[in-house]
């Protein structure tokens, strides 16, 4: 049985202090992870070595919100995938919708830092999904099959099986409007079938697909218990303790 993977994006909030007192309150509230449940949490670059001084002796882990494609060298403003291994992460998070809407990022972009992310030993969660429009045109399904077969472009099924793909229909995100365990479910069940026709019914069986878009203590039970819902990227509601370790609660 796949495990549930439960990631919060804290998008670009908390700076010290506010590291701190998260981390702490998700401490007191989630003293143990539940079994077959991972716990992820992605601050901004800036709080990664104190998360992780924070988080040593938890079952907390921790995951980036965005790489550059290379090592090292002169690309101004930009964070390696060796500097993010060196700061604790485990996972990096790319293609984020918001990343695609304000920095112009092309699947093919993203695809190169999938690769990197890869070849360093991290675990990228691959961000896909559609905008309301396209929902309304009834395109969403090339649309995210565009997106996954973008980003998983040139990946062996070795590295394609580890991968985590967050459905985030970009009109549930921040907005309070979730899809309904059905909508997310019927979506994801169409992303396992791309990654089985890409790498085979075994591959497709392994890989985490996380929703995300207004998770809350309230929705997470129902949508995390849909076949193919392996998990959530949560933003708003992992800002807060209380309810982020609710819906690693909800998850288990
Ligand atoms: C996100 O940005 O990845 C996200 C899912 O945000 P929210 O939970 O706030 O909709």
């Avoid at 695609?100 to 675990?123: H, M, P």
Wanted: charge should be neutral; glycine fraction near 10%.
């Amino acid at each position: 049985m796949r495990e549930k993977i439960i990631a919060g994006n804290w998008k670009m909030n908390k700076d010290a202090a506010g590291t701190a007192e998260l981390i702490e309150g998700l401490k007191a509230k989630c003293p143990s992870i539940p079994g077959n449940v991972k716990a992820v949490l992605c601050p901004p670059f800036t709080s990664l070595a104190l998360a992780k001084s924070l988080l040593a002796g938890t079952q907390f882990e921790l995951g980036a919100q965005n790489m550059y494609s290379e090592n090292e060298g002169a690309f101004t403003g930009e964070i390696s995938p060796l500097m993010l291994k060196s700061a604790g992460c485990t996972y990096v998070i790319l293609g984020h919708s918001e990343r695609r809407q304000y920095f112009a990022e092309t699947d093919s972009f993203i695809n190169s830092k999938v690769k990197k992310a890869f070849a360093e030993g991290l675990i990228p969660i691959l961000c896909v999904g559609e905008t309301l429009a396209e929902r309304e045109k009834n395109v969403t399904d090339q649309v995210v099959t565009t997106q996954v077969k973008g980003g998983l472009a040139g990946i062996p099924a070795s590295d394609a099986e580890r991968i985590i793909i967050a459905y985030e229909p970009v009109w549930a995100i921040g907005t309070g409007k979730v899809a309904t365990p059905a909508q997310a479910q019927e979506v994801h069940k169409r992303i396992r079938t791309i990654t089985a026709e890409l790498y085979g019914q075994a591959v497709a069986e392994k890989i985490i697909i996380q929703y995300g878009g207004s998770v809350k203590p309230d929705n997470a039970k129902e949508l995390l218990h849909q076949p193919d819902i392996d998990g959530a990227l949560v933003g708003g509601a992992c800002l807060k303790a209380d309810s982020f370790s609710a819906i690693i609660q909800a998850a288990h």
